[in-house]
């Protein structure tokens, strides 16, 4: 019987985000404004027609997306923490990390590396 995507064993899923300027800013500094947002599925990042994204900001969010895309332990804060503060102290700007779905992905369309055939590789 052929297995299933998900019992693949090379399969793995990762949870879509959206990281949007939350209503709670207060004196945004520049030209973006609360709502604007961007989508990140994978290691793609995408941004509606038209709307930009602070550059500034988008540089101390990253460093948190691929967190944000996995399953932690329930008391890791990487599971309860959403906000972000912008990185200009003069700017109130927060931005929201909210966990909108899950894309199943395979290893082995998104690395050049091989597993190893060991079930035990991850440990």
Sequence with gaps: MPSSPQSAPDVFT???????IDPRSTNIIGKHVVGDYFDVIGEDIF??????????ALASILPLLPAKQRKNHPNDFMETD?????PDVNSGAV???ARTGETVFRHSEVSGNVLPSSPSHHA
């Design 82 to 86: 959403d906000l972000i503060a912008d």
């Design 47 to 56: 941004l509606p027609e038209g709307q930009g994204f602070s550059l500034y």
């Design 14 to 20: 990762l949870f879509n985000l959206r990281v949007s």
């Design 95 to 97: 931005y929201h990390i």
